[in-house]
């Protein structure tokens, strides 16, 4: 099958009237997040590849995506350089939690999960089963083949929709306020970094051999299964990166906030102490102007 992240290149030519673009690109990933799971689940594995189990990886995606929009956007986006965030100023901005909204991103979430399954049908053999007959080059088979150059080119077109995007955005006049954090992008990014070329390099020192599973496999295979595995791993240590930093970036916030909110208090009460004007209960002396004959209204109301 195709990377696991190749996957959301289906939500390029999809994200058209009201289907969610985040949702069809999660959706699209959502039947490999079991793999990701460090936890060995029996019969878990392959059930969002089934067609009867479509529900399950359904709901997952959902989950992801509520996180994503809850907990993930708006942190992310603070990660990005100036001219990106200025660029990113309208997607960053709050998603409308009402019932329409959920149920098209549902929706989305669900026609992405499809098209992952569609795909993994062609590129395992199942619709197209003369990819796993014949060998091309020593024990690479044409399914090999088709998956690897699959995960290529929806690699590329998504860089490329990427850089397309960015280029034609109109960025904001104004760099979007997503957050507290300035100087701490580049302690970040480097930290996120270091966890996950330690994961990479304490995967690495795996031998090869430890992955085989039966006699006949050869040295490529072998070699091919563990980069596979420590792309896995990779991902693995760089959500869990994110997920922290998105942790530490929404408290922070919501203690900038609070301590805002509190200045703004104290700020408005020593104002109203301060009020000019004459004090009412004040009582004045001297001859008071007689007035006769009828009032001019003052547009007081009695």
Same mark, same amino acid.
């Given at each position: 099958m195709p990377f696991t992240i190749c996957h959301a290149a289906v939500a390029i030519p999809m994200s058209r009237d009201r289907l969610v673009p985040s949702a069809l690109a999660i959706g699209a990933m959502s039947p490999d997040f079991v793999? =990701? %799971?460090?936890?060995?689940?029996?019969?878990?594995? *392959?059930?969002?590849?089934?067609? *009867?189990?479509? %529900?399950?990886?359904?709901?997952?995606?959902? /989950?992801?995506?509520?996180? =994503?929009?809850?907990?993930?956007?708006?942190?992310?986006? @603070?990660? @990005?350089? /100036?001219?990106?965030?200025?660029?990113?100023?309208?997607?960053?901005? /709050?998603?409308?939690?009402? @019932?329409?909204?959920? /149920?098209?991103? @549902?929706? *989305?979430? =669900?026609?992405?999960?499809?098209?992952?399954?569609?795909?993994?049908?062609?590129?395992?053999?199942?619709?197209?089963? =003369?990819?796993?007959?014949?060998?091309?080059?020593?024990?690479? *088979?044409?399914?090999?083949v088709v998956q690897d150059g699959l995960s290529i080119v929806l690699g590329v077109a998504i860089i490329a929709w990427c850089v397309r995007w960015m280029v034609r955005a109109i960025p904001a006049e104004e760099e979007p306020q997503v957050g507290p954090l300035r100087w701490w992008r580049v302690p970040v990014w480097t930290g996120m970094a270091l966890l996950v070329g330690l994961a990479a390099l304490n995967f690495a020192l795996v031998p090869a051999e430890a992955f085989r599973i039966n006699r006949w496999q050869t040295e490529a295979d072998l070699v091919w299964t563990k980069l596979a595995m420590l792309a896995v791993d990779t991902v693995m240590a760089l959500t869990f990166s994110v997920f922290v930093y998105a942790l530490i970036h929404t408290a922070l916030q919501l203690i900038a906030t609070l301590r805002q909110g509190r200045g703004g208090s104290r700020a408005d009460g020593r104002e109203r102490t301060t009020l000019p004007g004459p004090h009412p209960l004040r009582a004045t002396t001297g001859p008071q102007p007689q007035t006769t004959g009828p009032q001019q209204h003052l547009g007081m109301r009695e």
């Open positions: 793999k =990701f %799971v460090p936890v060995t689940l029996p019969e878990i594995g *392959s059930l969002g590849h089934q067609m *009867s189990e479509l %529900v399950l990886g359904s709901l997952m995606g959902m /989950g992801v995506f509520v996180v =994503f929009q809850a907990l993930l956007k708006r942190p992310l986006v @603070a990660l @990005a350089p /100036g001219w990106a965030r200025r660029r990113l100023a309208g997607p960053s901005q /709050g998603f409308r939690w009402s @019932a329409r909204t959920l /149920g098209w991103a @549902a929706l *989305s979430v =669900f026609l992405g999960a499809i098209t992952h399954i569609v795909l993994d049908g062609v590129t395992h053999g199942d619709i197209l089963p =003369f990819l796993t007959t014949d060998t091309v080059v020593g024990s690479v *088979s044409r399914q090999q």
